[in-house]
């Protein structure tokens, strides 16, 4: 019957050989069919064993054999003769199947039989005449120090093959002649071969046609010098016929003995050589001039716009001062941005100023400068965006050279020129226009809304204008305004829409000029008119009317008809008294 539990100094096989509650270090597996010898040696063991120890406890092969694939155990004492076994066959199964040291306890001490035992792997054979607690003390002390080691090499060995089955890099182990002994599991990720694809093929039959001479060349090489290495970019071939670009690092370890391979390391750089090539082509490609400059302020690469804007062939660029391609006036032109940039103040900065191209002709140029760092914050280079605005440099300075033309013109110009916006508040005026409504500057009108300079028979009128016009018409008019000083001034506009691209609102654009005089003769004319009208009636009236009375009375309506009047009479003036009498 299996015995299994803790001894203890007691012999009694289920209390434990320590007092401590915490967990032991070492189970051991007795395998004894004699029940003296088994209690003796559970009494050593609980003499020895002073941190204590878990002892089971087997009567044959088999039982042992069962007990050692349910539990983790660390040592064996076997006895080689028992009920189901004897003898070397006995040794031999139990050391197959046992993880840690078997210690072989025998009444026998012939020095053949050591030999022979030791010679399968036994750790220790002890004679049971020999057997103490001192003994299996030394025993126990070695069987806990292997244990540790191994649990110890075990957790590193894991740790080892988790890395290698799961790094993206694959490992591959090469005899003399190139054929693969071992691959690991990450060979699938890299090539899509699994491992045992792999195994007893030449490492050559994976690698890309065109390349296999010159690997075949660097493989011999490094295979006649022991302890040499070499890293190469080499072009293989995945399972599923596409190409891969590995970065193939070779170590000659055919001397290691406990080794016996080169060592080859692969590193898929597929997707990083695609991606570096993406950005070399965007660098190389882009539409503005792109450049890495030194700290030292030395172009260090330069793209091929850049090369076209400055007329420089690359070789001539590269390696050149910026300093030495900017124009006089601005060469210190962004010192201080640029100390601000490496002094991490700012992230990046942008400005615009003028080089000069090998020809000598002068390029403006909108510069926007960031920085690439080391890991740890230094400065490594700038990186400078160069774009020709030469064009858009010429476009502003004709834009302003024809806006202050223009500007001059309207100044110059004897009507009023003004911009209204759809509520008729004043944008802009010329000085003709400012001296009609008697202002003595821009500053005083701007803003301000000109319908209350209007008079007020007209002011609707005006508004109307100002809201068609805003709203895509055109139109005209005739109307009075009252200016600042009081002066009254008949005025005539004619006004259309204009776009305000900067607000995206239609504004109103006057010419406006002073109709005062006409409008007077005018008046004037229609009085003459009038009163012409009015005589040449009475005449005719004096001719017809025979009736003084009759005339009168034909006077006065005349004159209301005429004359523009409401209300007329006519009184004499009696020369006797000088008073004027109603008739």
């Not at 124009?327 to 000069?356: C, N, V, W």
């Amino acid at each position: 019957m299996n015995c299994r539990g803790h001894c203890g100094a007691s012999g009694m096989a289920a209390e434990p050989m320590s007092a401590q509650a915490a967990p032991v270090p070492l189970r051991i597996l007795m395998v004894e069919d004699n029940a003296n010898d088994a209690e003796l040696l559970r009494a050593y063991l609980a003499e020895a064993a002073r941190d204590g120890a878990e002892v089971l406890h087997a009567r044959s092969l088999a039982e042992g054999l069962r007990l050692l694939q349910s539990h983790d155990v660390q040592l064996t004492l076997l006895d080689l003769d028992l009920p189901d076994s004897t003898g070397f066959h006995t040794l031999e199964r139990m050391r197959a199947a046992a993880a840690g040291p078997v210690i072989v306890i025998s009444g026998n001490a012939h020095p053949s039989l050591v030999e022979e035992v030791l010679k399968r792997r036994a750790y220790d054979v002890i004679p049971k005449n020999e057997l103490n607690a001192a003994t299996l003390r030394r025993i126990l002390r070695l069987a806990a120090l292997q244990h540790e080691a191994g649990r110890a090499l075990r957790s590193t060995e894991d740790r080892f093959r988790a890395l290698l089955e799961n790094s993206n890099e694959a490992l591959v182990l090469l005899d003399t002649d190139g054929r693969v002994e071992y691959a690991s599991a990450s060979m699938r990720r890299v090539l899509g071969f699994e491992s045992a694809e792999a195994l007893g093929r030449n490492g050559l039959s994976f690698v890309h046609a065109e390349d296999r001479a010159a690997v075949l060349k660097t493989f011999l090489r490094l295979r006649a010098s022991p302890g040499a290495s070499v890293t190469r970019r080499v072009r293989f071939l995945h399972k599923d016929g596409s190409l891969r670009l590995l970065e193939s690092s070779l170590v000659n370890r055919l001397d290691d003995a406990d080794v016996a391979a080169i060592v080859c390391n692969y590193r898929d750089l597929t997707r990083e050589e695609d991606h570096r090539a993406r950005f070399d082509a965007t660098f190389e490609h882009a539409a503005i001039g792109l450049a890495h400059v030194g700290l030292e302020g030395r172009i260090l690469l330069a793209n091929r716009r850049l090369c076209e804007m400055f007329g420089y062939a690359r070789e001539e660029l590269v390696g050149r001062a910026v300093r030495e391609l900017s124009h006089p006036e601005d060469i210190d032109s962004t010192t201080a941005l640029r100390a601000q940039l490496r002094a991490g103040a700012i992230p990046q900065f942008t400005t615009r100023k003028r080089y000069l191209r090998r020809d000598g002709t002068t390029l403006w140029v909108q510069l926007s400068v960031s920085m690439q760092r080391h890991a740890d914050g230094r400065p490594q280079y700038d990186i400078a965006a160069f774009q020709d605005v030469s064009e858009m440099v010429r476009a502003e300075e004709q834009l302003r050279a024809s806006e202050a033309r223009l500007r001059a013109i309207i100044g110059a110009e004897p009507e009023c020129v003004k911009l209204l916006d759809a509520e008729g508040r004043l944008l802009d005026m010329n000085p003709a226009g400012l001296a009609m409504i008697e202002a003595d500057g821009m500053e005083v009108v701007a803003g301000h809304c000109v319908y209350n300079l209007v008079t007020p028979a007209y002011r609707d009128a005006f508004r109307a204008l100002t809201e068609r016009v805003c709203r895509g018409e055109r139109g005209s008019l005739e109307f009075e305004v009252v200016g600042l000083q009081g002066t009254r001034r008949w005025l005539e506009t004619h006004a259309v829409p204009l776009r305000d691209e900067a607000s995206g609102k239609t504004l109103l654009l006057g010419i406006t000029r002073d109709v005062t005089s006409r409008k007077s003769a005018e008046f004037a004319a229609q009085r003459l008119r009038r009163m012409y009208a009015a005589l040449s009636a009475t005449n005719e009236a004096i001719l017809k009317t025979a009736d003084d009375d009759a005339l009168y009375r034909r006077v006065c309506e005349l004159l209301v008809e005429h004359g523009g009047l409401k209300l007329a009479a006519v009184r004499l003036v009696d020369r006797a008294t000088g008073w004027i009498e109603p008739i």
